[in-house]
């Protein structure tokens, strides 16, 4: 029996025996079924219109339900042998509510409406209240499984765990360098949400203070007298496994940068070349979000593994036109993804774009270790590029930011550009997508990696609205799936996959749209 997982702002029908699972809080799923093929399917919808007459994709009912019911007639399914259930409209989305009223009562009303005006009879609701709901089609014999959630998210909308941060997150610094830590302290002291309960000079002061203090997160010196971050690193991983940030010099080994990565370390912060209040100013940014990022990350021996089974159809968006890019971005969490994703490419994809800060203290490191396992070219960019090439990956260092650009003669480059991080990170997220979004509309792909934070969420939102193409990794498979779930939970993307099957997906889209053109 197949098993199909249905995110906020998708539809799936089944003409053969299938679960299709869906979790559900201010959100309405329909259910439909014929009573006499034994077809079914459902829809999950966030709001009932988008406001303005158009809500052209399935998060608004007016455009979900009216296509739920042409994909169950596509199966053959008659309109008069159709029976519906419906489920969730929780009233949890308070932040929602108090601006436009209760966003579940209204796509609960949205769903009665339309199956009242197509006849289509109601046979079960579970609707309203203040929790969310877990929901389970057997397409065989109509049986739906649902329950309620333990515990009211006053928040969330589809229920998926969030990696989250503690309320309070404790920080231990080691470092040999008196002023780095005194200025590591400082800034840290400017956040409610970190405390340093200790600094350490060298790894074996660092040792003790783990066992004493019981940090929530290291930050670790790669270079440091008697022994080296990097070893200290597997020591600690083996036996006080903790989210560790690297703390490396501007000239320093991208290749021990690298080591780091592969035993567990999860971001990266240079330390600063020089202490004007500019420089500070940036480095306080950063450390903060990666600080916090890593404090909601689960312990190495607990990472999460994919548990839901998702089968996707590779459906091409009305208004894409081409794919003339691909842009990758994500954070925390990402790189090792990315390598999965990057030796699946075929030598003649579009040119991809890889914006993830994490990569810039280990970039030549990594681009190297990946290049002889990889089909496309990877290069990392350190001047402007007129024309991207088909078969390209190019990697955007981490002292700049990207934007795509548009010429009179309709070809497609690269800008780089100066400036503070944005939102926490460089190079940006939003700043390359943002772009993406204005010069290439109707022809451009985004993948979402494992990442944390807000930068990209607006890019992506973009993107959507302008009728490309957006793929996040599945959330279970991701180390740090915050903005992957804000992705998903606005209804901004169009197919949710493990890293291993996106290369197939963009490539199939790609196609069929070469086939549509000719």
Known sequence: MKDLFVYPGQIAVSAEPARI??????????????????????????LPHDGQGVGDTPRYASFALPHLLVKMIDLGC????????????????????????????????????????????ILEESLGGTKGRRITLDTDTFQVEHRLSKEQDSESISGIQLTKAPEKCRVLIVDDSATVRAIFQKILSQS??????????????????????????????????????????????????????????????GAAARKALELGALEFIQKPSQFDPGVLSELAESLIAKILAAASAPTPSKRPAVKRSTQQQTNVPAGLQAIEAIAVVGNVGSPQSLETLLQSLPSDCPPVIVAIPTLSALMGAYVENLRSRCQTCLTIVHQDIPTLASGYVYFVPGHVHAKITRSSAHRTGLLLEGGAPYLGQRPSADRLLES?????????????LSGFGSDGQHGIQ??????????????????????????????FADVVLPVQGMATQLMAIRNQRITRVS
């Open 21 to 46: 699972r869906t979790i559900l809080g201010s959100c309405v799923s329909v259910v439909l079924w014929d009573c006499k093929k034994r077809y079914g399917g459902l829809c999950h919808y966030l």
């Open 192 to 253: 409610r949400a970190i405390e340093v309960v200790g600094t350490a000079v060298d790894p074996y002061d660092a040792r003790d203070k783990v066992i004493k203090l019981k940090p929530d997160v290291l930050t670790l010196d790669i270079e440091m007298p008697k022994m080296s971050g990097v070893v200290f690193l597997e020591k600690i991983m083996t036996h006080h496994p903790l989210p560790v940030i690297m703390v490396s010099s501007l000239g320093a080994d």
């Open 78 to 121: 008659d309109e008069r042998d159709l029976r519906a259930k419906v489920y969730g409209g929780a009233n949890v989305m308070s932040h929602l509510n108090r601006m436009d009223g209760n966003i579940g009562d209204r796509n609960i009303e949205a769903a009665r409406e339309f199956l009242s005006r197509h006849r289509i009879p």
């Open 436 to 448: 993406m979004a204005s010069h290439l509309p109707h022809a451009a792909l985004a993948i979402q």
């Open 462 to 491: 973009m993107l959507h609205e302008k009728h490309c193409y957006v793929m996040v990794q599945e959330p279970e498979e991701a180390s740090f799936n915050h903005t992957i779930v804000s992705i998903i939970e606005k209804g």
